[in-house]
């Protein structure tokens, strides 16, 4: 509701305004694009059984014990394409049909998440920096639609409001930003190991390769809507006189 009010209040408030709600239009279209696509990837290759038959949680299992991590707990969550790795507790958490399916996209997606405690182990550097920023997004995202919307709705009296809800925002971006080398790498790490472990083989590894390509793209759409965001609201700023 308050995000509904928030983009009533600047539509046509300024000269760029239509070309800028043009690109959101093609961004979101693009976007819902992107994540049916990487539903029905995961749909297809769910399918395609693995080599040797194992399930998401016996992969990341594997993992784990080849990168000599022994503190991290593989467990079930609900959910669909829920998986995600938790640095604060150390859990890698892996939704049903991916901790039981024994699918070339369950394997590729359990060893993606595994990728991220890789990250955590050898002290990758940019998933520190993401690790450091959520309690910062956490804080912004409690306030930046509120500090957005009265530094919208009173951007002339007072245009120190809205530049405060753009650092607000600015924040959420960074985040967005920084999230991509985490999300590509994690995926890099999780190609090599379950080719060089023969989870897949010469036929079914392109099918990972697809499935953790398709689903960085929705971290590309996501970096890339917030980066066009945050330029609008910078443009009413530098617009408001």
């Known amino acids: 509701m308050l ?17 800028m709600w043009g690109v959101f239009i093609v961004l979101t279209i693009v976007s819902m694009v992107v994540s049916k696509n990487v539903e029905r990837k995961f749909k297809k290759y769910a399918g395609i059984r693995t080599e040797g038959n194992l399930t998401g949680r016996e992969v990341a299992e594997l993992m784990l014990r ?10 079930m969550v609900k959910g669909t394409l829920t998986d995600h790795y938790n640095p604060a507790n150390r859990t890698l958490n892996l939704s049903p049909d991916v901790y039981n399916g024994t699918s070339v996209a369950a394997a590729a997606v359990a060893a993606h998440e595994c990728g991220h405690a890789v990250q955590h182990a050898v002290g990758y550097r940019p998933l520190g920096l993401r690790s450091a920023l959520v309690p910062v997004v956490n804080f912004a995202g ?27 925002f600015a924040v959420s971006t960074l985040f967005s930003l920084v999230t991509l080398p985490v999300e590509i790498n994690a995926s890099a790490r999780a190609l090599q190991w379950i080719q060089r472990r023969d989870i897949t083989t010469a036929d079914t590894h392109r099918y990972a390769e697809s499935a953790l390509r398709s689903a960085a793209y929705t971290y590309v759409m996501a970096a890339v809507t917030s980066l066009a ?9 530098l617009g408001r006189k």
């Open 3 to 19: 995000n509904t009010i928030l983009l009533q209040a600047t539509a046509g408030a300024h000269a760029g305004t239509t070309l």
């Open 66 to 75: 080849d990168h000599d991590i022994h503190n991290v707990q593989v467990q």
């Open 142 to 168: 409690r306030w930046v639609s509120w500090v957005l919307l009265a530094g919208l709705l009173l951007v002339k009296a007072f245009p120190t409001l809205l530049l405060v809800g753009i650092g607000l």
């Open 229 to 237: 965001t945050l330029a609008y609201y910078i443009m009413i700023y």
